[in-house]
């Protein structure tokens, strides 16, 4: 068996990088039933800049929302650290510009990953990049 913080890192980037709804929900069914990881994905846009706080809200409501994590505080801390952790990896290519794209979270036992896709607008010049968070929680 893997080890978990590889299931989850992969597992939250598939999320990110499903097309359709029906994808999505056919990866999270065969996520859980395979490997026993729980996720899901969240859509998301608008300018970076202010979207910051509006994508970690986003991540942390559908973990609770789809059963991912608890209704605690360890665990909405840890999907919010993850989640800002990923927004950090992308922030030089998206400051001051459009974005829009997919959050995928993913937990595995005490391994919670969240994975950010983002599609960077500059006129018809778009950009694409991939934020990857990770948080241990009890």
Do not use: C, W
């Not at 026993?36 to 409501?61: C, H, L, P, T």
């Not at 993850?82 to 992308?90: D, G, K, S, T, V």
């Amino acid at each position: 068996m893997e080890v978990g913080s590889k299931i989850v890192a992969t597992a939250a980037i598939k999320m990110a990088l499903t097309s359709t709804r029906q994808e999505e929900s056919h990866l999270k069914k065969l996520l859980l039933e395979e490997q026993a990881v729980k996720a899901v994905a969240v859509d998301y846009g608008g300018e970076f800049i202010s979207s910051v706080g509006k994508i970690v809200e986003r991540a942390v409501v559908a973990a609770k929302r789809e059963g991912v994590i608890k209704d605690s505080h360890p665990d909405e801390g840890a999907v919010a650290g993850a989640a800002r952790e990923a927004i950090a990896q992308i922030m030089p290519k998206a400051l001051g510009l459009n974005v829009g794209g997919k959050i995928g979270i993913a937990r595995h036992h005490d391994h919670v990953s969240v994975a950010i896709f983002m599609g960077i607008g500059l006129l018809h010049l778009d950009e694409v990049a991939i934020g990857l968070g990770h948080r241990a929680v009890a």
